[in-house]
């Protein structure tokens, strides 16, 4: 099924309603509650075994294994000092500091019912290797859950909350935008850039059929486009109107993890 949903023409206003996700207790757990619920519409989770890619704090892992008994590994490129009081309160739950573009010789293949990741693909680097490993890792009845922000979206530079422009990584060179803000972009900058129909073409390699999709449209300044359309008219208008795309990913069950001619 797809799902567009919603689709807001920032008429030439500041960028100043785009809120950044708030990093309190109380707000994370909301967030992950959320996140949850909407795998719930397509996955019952209860018993699985999960790869979380990017549990940041372990907030969602968590909750998968007090609530639902799953068993938990999750990978992320930066350790979080809250992990190693979560590995003693959990027994169910692994957290790994790594890259799964790169990951280490455990988990072994064909292991994982289900892989998760919310916020976080969109800074990997080596994107088609990530999603090679996802394809290895899973079972052959596995399925990816993945939401993620897209490269040409105007909010993908993460500068919202200090710069009032849209699409300012596709309109100003890195040293200019330094300089605007006087200090260092930081790695949150960096965002990998294959578009949501390049990803449509690397699924069907790995014998991923996308079951579900869903497109949030909300951030597009007409009046910047149409000031500066000679260059942003460059990229097709639907790239730069989709902020975030979230997909469901099965394999075929006659002949799983195949190429898909």
């Given at each position: 099924?797809?799902?567009?949903?919603?689709?807001?023409?920032?008429?030439?206003?500041?960028?100043?309603?785009?809120?950044?996700?708030?990093?309190?207790?109380?707000s994370r757990g909301k967030r992950a509650d959320q996140y949850i619920a909407d795998i719930q519409k397509h996955v019952?989770?209860?018993?699985?075994?999960?790869?979380?890619?990017?549990?940041?704090?372990?907030?969602?892992?968590?909750?998968?294994?007090?609530?639902?008994?799953?068993?938990?590994?999750?990978?992320?490129?930066?350790?979080?000092?809250?992990?190693?009081?979560?590995?003693?309160?959990?027994?169910?739950?692994?957290?790994?500091?790594?890259?799964?573009?790169?990951?280490?010789?455990?988990?072994?293949?064909?292991?994982?019912?289900?892989?998760?990741?919310?916020?976080?693909?969109?800074?990997?680097?080596?994107?088609?290797?990530?999603?090679?490993?996802?394809?290895?890792?899973?079972?052959?009845?596995?399925?990816?859950?993945?939401?993620?922000?897209?490269?040409?979206?105007?909010?993908?530079?993460?500068?919202?909350?200090?710069?009032?422009?849209?699409?300012?990584?596709?309109?100003?060179?890195?040293?200019?935008?330094?300089k605007m803000l006087t200090r260092p972009v930081g790695w949150?900058?960096?965002?990998?850039?294959?578009?949501?129909?390049?990803?449509?073409?690397?699924?069907?390699?790995?014998?991923?059929?996308?079951?579900?999709?869903?497109?949030?449209?909300?951030?597009?300044?007409?009046?910047?486009?149409?000031?500066?359309?000679?260059?942003?008219?460059?990229?097709?208008?639907?790239?730069?109107?989709?902020?975030?795309?979230?997909?469901?990913?099965?394999?075929?069950?006659?002949?799983?993890?195949?190429?898909?001619?």
């Amino acid at each position: 099924s797809t799902h567009i949903l919603f689709l807001f023409l920032n008429q030439g206003k500041s960028m100043a309603h785009v809120k950044a996700p708030a990093y309190d207790d109380k707000s994370r757990g909301k967030r992950a509650d959320q996140y949850i619920a909407d795998i719930q519409k397509h996955v019952a989770l209860k018993g699985l075994r999960i790869l979380e890619i990017g549990p940041h704090m372990g907030d969602l892992s968590v909750r998968l294994v007090r609530d639902f008994g799953c068993q938990v590994v999750g990978i992320d490129q930066m350790a979080n000092p809250n992990w190693p009081d979560l590995r003693r309160q959990h027994s169910n739950l692994h957290l790994v500091e790594g890259d799964i573009a790169n990951p280490p010789a455990e988990p072994k293949r064909d292991s994982f019912d289900l892989v998760v990741s919310f916020g976080v693909w969109e800074h990997i680097r080596h994107p088609w290797s990530a999603l090679k490993a996802c394809q290895r890792l899973l079972k052959p009845t596995g399925k990816k859950f993945m939401r993620a922000n897209l490269y040409r979206s105007s909010i993908a530079s993460h500068l919202y909350k200090d710069l009032d422009e849209p699409w300012p990584h596709l309109r100003f060179p890195v040293e200019q935008l330094e300089k605007m803000l006087t200090r260092p972009v930081g790695w949150a900058f960096w965002v990998n850039k294959p578009t949501y129909q390049q990803y449509l073409f690397y699924f069907p390699q790995l014998g991923f059929y996308v079951t579900h999709e869903h497109f949030w449209q909300a951030h597009f300044n007409q009046a910047v486009y149409d000031k500066e359309e000679q260059s942003l008219g460059l990229y097709p208008k639907w790239d730069l109107s989709t902020d975030f795309f979230e997909v469901l990913l099965e394999f075929d069950s006659r002949h799983p993890k195949q190429p898909i001619a």
